[in-house]
């Protein structure tokens, strides 16, 4: 286990690295001067444009670039971003808590109330609620989430006025702890479900086939026939074998945790890490474009790891192959 374990973590730091030095270059080729709104109140003189491509490192080569980029992340400095003026670092930590707040909340219902109904879709084979849930599934998984948030933005938020269409909390609200708490909540629930009906249909379906692949294996028809409770049979014998699919959408989803949805986080101004990524590309923000790329990439091969460990735990068998 110990040598399968550092082999895999090796495997994850070289992926890793080649991520970010792969994005560096593919940031960097983006078209369009990284300086030009910097003069939209004013046109910049050829000498502040010099001195400010001298300050951002802009002036150097693209391999110059790098190397101190990256001797500025092992520091754990991301730069200063060019539209704010600020350290990446700090811009990320603002925003990085309304995304956890919004991506864990999208986690926790997808893997709570998917798992659930794609057990339940299972045992119930072939019935009719079987059937409605299927076809919800599918209408869920194919519905765009921008469609949905915008849909969801201007029906609920706009013509019904039940909750807030836009922000993560009313600058009118002053009413203490619990009052602002609830404030952030109600302004939670739009981007919430319009980012969990997408993740649910997809965990349904992939709960729902792994269990019923699961439930034809011989160690449950033996289980039936001892007379099990079919709750037992179902929770405790079935489904851990059947969680092994779901545990690589799993691994797909945990960057969600970090990254929101830029189309959604956009649709209701939620001030979260994906909208700030979306305004440094349109920007040309290369220092906090290559921040915010870099934290998903950690996420995403910290995520693959992650399932790799958790399958080796459950089954390990793998750690032989």
């Known amino acids: 286990m110990g040598r399968w374990l550092l082999r895999r973590t090796a495997q994850a730091i070289a992926t890793l690295v080649l991520t970010i030095v792969l994005l560096f270059f593919l940031s960097h080729v983006l078209p369009g001067d990284p300086l030009s709104r910097l003069g939209e109140g004013r046109p910049l003189t050829a000498a502040e444009t010099e ?7 802009l002036d150097r080569p693209l391999r110059s670039q790098l190397g101190s980029f990256l001797a500025g992340l092992a520091r754990g400095d991301l730069g200063t971003s060019i539209e704010y003026g600020r350290p990446v670092s700090a811009l990320i930590a603002e925003r990085l808590p309304a995304t ?3 991506g864990g909340t999208v986690l926790l219902l997808n893997f709570t109330v998917g798992l659930w109904l794609g057990v ?5 084979r072939g019935s009719a609620e079987d059937r409605w849930l299927t076809t919800l599934s599918l209408v869920g998984y194919a519905t765009p989430s921008f469609w949905l948030g915008l849909v969801l933005a201007w029906l ?8 807030p269409a836009a922000g993560m909390r009313d600058p009118l609200v002053d009413g203490g702890i619990l009052a602002g708490t609830a404030d952030v909540l109600r302004h939670l629930v739009l981007p919430a479900l319009t980012l969990s009906v997408v993740s649910i249909a997809g965990t349904m379906r992939y709960q729902r086939d792994a269990m019923l692949d699961t ?13 099990l409770s079919p ?27 970090v990254t929101g949805s830029v189309f959604v986080e ?24 290559m921040g915010a790329s870099v ?17 080796a735990t459950l089954d390990p068998r793998v750690r032989l192959t």
């Open 100 to 102: 956890l707040l919004l």
């Open 156 to 163: 609920v938020g706009v013509e019904w006025r039940l909750l």
């Open 231 to 257: 709750a037992r049979v179902t929770w405790r014998h079935a489904w851990r074998n059947a969680l092994f699919p779901v545990l690589t959408l799993f691994g797909l989803w945990l960057p969600v945790l």
């Open 266 to 289: 956009s649709v209701f101004a939620w001030p979260g890490l994906g909208s700030l990524a979306a305004a440094a590309v349109g920007n040309r923000d290369y220092p906090l474009l």
């Open 51 to 57: 001195t400010l491509r001298a300050r951002y490192g």
């Open 215 to 227: 439930l034809r294996l011989p160690y449950i028809v033996t289980a039936r026939a001892k007379g």
């Open 120 to 124: 339940r879709q299972a045992v119930r």
């Open 295 to 311: 934290l998903v990439a950690v996420i995403v091969v910290l995520a693959n790891l992650l399932t790799d460990l958790a399958y």
